[in-house]
């Protein structure tokens, strides 16, 4: 009669991996970075603002002076500069820097393959 009314059920457990996309741990990274967010914003600055803008304005003149690349040049520096003197958090600068710094690489190459 017992088991009729209590059956004997053994649940499994099985847990599933959560899998994280490749943005959310460098977003998680960034985070954790705020302690170093002064050597962040002085890489930033000095960094990106005196090495990668100066080389690729260089590479525009080099290369015959296209106005299209000036705006698209300063824009980055510029959105790069913004968010580290607003003081936002890691999570907002790092990522910032990174997409600018491939910008001025995009154009430095855009530029080197229209001069072939």
């Known amino acids: 009669m017992e088991t009729t009314i209590q059956k004997s059920f053994a649940p499994t457990y099985n847990q599933t991996a959560t899998k ?6 460098f977003i998680n990274w960034a985070d954790g970075q705020e302690e170093n967010r002064f050597g962040w914003a002085a890489f930033a600055i000095a960094g990106h603002g005196c090495v990668f803008t100066i080389i690729t304005v260089a590479v525009i003149l080099v290369t015959g002076n296209n106005f299209i690349f000036w705006p698209i040049a300063i824009s980055a520096m510029s959105a790069s500069l913004i968010t580290n003197l607003a003081a936002m958090p890691t999570k907002v600068t790092i990522p910032t820097l990174f997409i600018t710094v491939l910008i001025d690489v995009a154009i430095i190459a855009i530029c080197l393959i229209g001069l072939l």
């Open 20 to 25: 994280t996309s490749l943005w959310k741990r």
